[in-house]
């Protein structure tokens, strides 16, 4: 049976990462949530919801 990665990690089981550090905070944030009680999901999910509307509105300059 073949394993199914986790949200939030890769298939080595190493975290995700996207080089964008606005982003990248936001999967840390929401990757944490396994270990937090349900109620402070929905904060947390709006937050990070927040935070990537926010990243989509002012992109990063290319380099």
């Known amino acids: 049976m073949t ?3 986790q ?3 890769s298939a080595t089981n190493a975290p995700v ?3 964008i550090a ?3 905070s936001v999967l840390d944030l929401v990757a944490g949530l396994e270990s937090r009680p349900l109620e402070e999901h929905a904060p947390v999910f709006e ?3 927040a ?3 926010q990243a989509l ?3 990063p300059a290319a380099s």
């Open 17 to 19: 990462t996207t080089g």
């Open 57 to 59: 509105d002012d992109p």
């Open 22 to 24: 606005s982003i990248d």
């Open 7 to 9: 949200p939030g990690t």
């Open 51 to 53: 935070e990537l509307r």
């Open 3 to 5: 394993e199914v990665p």
């Open 47 to 49: 937050a990070a919801h």
